[in-house]
């Protein structure tokens, strides 16, 4: 898949793949935020399916380099623990260096949060699976910006349009993403992949 692929297409590509890798799926969950949700988008599986991890971190590359530029950024950032496979690959792709967040400090060795290295006045990208309130994002751009880095930008596969997007522009960092799940679970009802009943469960917890 060229880096020039449209973002249309793009979107199309990824709705086939979330099905395909059974990431998609309906019950009641418990998010890491706390939340309790009736759907889950497990992308934690993706490294699982190689072509399917491939063509993710494509998409990754796509949007990054469609939406920021190459100088633009010093240091690509893992967020724990679904940003920090794809964070990896991206940054080599990209020839970045790379580091990840820890969920908390080490209590040994250099007892840091941050894994890697980060300059002062380094211009640092966060990278997750996708975005639900925004709370792990916003602890990793504070613990990156107290080793000096700074952090402008983040980005998610999908946006699942719960308050994520806003609490990260009030912390100033701007969210780039592929896809809305609004917009997901409209293309997927297109594709004959969820019902009209599964729509409206995704559509009521995005209104909540």
Same mark, same amino acid.
């Given at each position: 898949?060229? !880096?020039? #692929?449209?973002?249309?297409?793009m #979107?199309?590509?990824l709705?086939?793949?979330?099905p395909?890798?059974? @990431?998609?799926k309906?019950?009641?969950?418990?998010?890491?935020? %706390?939340?309790?949700s009736?759907?889950? *988008?497990? =992308?934690?599986? !993706?490294?699982?399916?190689?072509?399917?991890?491939?063509?993710?971190?494509?998409?990754y590359?796509?949007?990054?380099?469609g939406d920021?530029?190459?100088?633009?950024? /010093?240091?690509?950032? %893992?967020?724990p623990?679904?940003?920090?496979?794809?964070?990896?690959?991206?940054?080599?792709?990209?020839?970045?260096?790379?580091l990840?967040?820890?969920?908390?400090?080490?209590l040994?060795?250099? /007892?840091?949060?941050?894994? %890697?290295? +980060?300059?002062?006045?380094?211009r640092?990208? =966060?990278?997750?699976?996708?975005?639900? &309130?925004?709370?792990?994002?916003?602890?990793? @751009?504070?613990?990156?910006?107290?080793?000096? %880095?700074? +952090?402008?930008?983040?980005?998610v596969?999908?946006?699942?349009?719960e308050g994520?997007? @806003?609490? =990260?522009? @009030?912390?100033? !960092?701007?969210?780039h993403?592929?896809?809305?799940?609004? /917009?997901?679970?409209?293309?997927?009802?297109?594709?004959? +992949?969820i &019902?009209?009943?599964?729509?409206?469960? *995704?559509? #009521?917890q !995005?209104? #909540?």
């Open positions: 898949m060229s !880096v020039g #692929k449209g973002k249309e297409a #979107k199309v590509e709705c086939r793949i979330l395909r890798i059974g @990431a998609l309906f019950g009641a969950f418990k998010l890491t935020s %706390g939340r309790l009736p759907y889950y *988008i497990d =992308l934690r599986v !993706v490294p699982s399916f190689p072509d399917a991890f491939q063509r993710i971190c494509d998409l590359v796509s949007v990054i380099e920021l530029t190459a100088g633009g950024f /010093e240091r690509l950032a %893992g967020i623990t679904a940003g920090i496979p794809f964070a990896s690959v991206i940054a080599y792709r990209l020839r970045k260096p790379f990840y967040v820890r969920p908390r400090a080490r040994h060795g250099r /007892e840091r949060r941050i894994e %890697g290295m +980060v300059m002062p006045g380094d640092v990208v =966060l990278v997750d699976d996708l975005i639900t &309130t925004g709370l792990s994002l916003r602890r990793s @751009a504070r613990a990156i910006r107290a080793e000096g %880095g700074v +952090v402008t930008d983040a980005v596969l999908l946006d699942r349009e994520g997007r @806003a609490r =990260l522009a @009030a912390d100033g !960092v701007a969210l993403y592929l896809l809305t799940v609004s /917009e997901a679970a409209e293309r997927l009802l297109e594709m004959g +992949v &019902t009209e009943d599964q729509l409206k469960v *995704i559509l #009521k !995005v209104k #909540k």
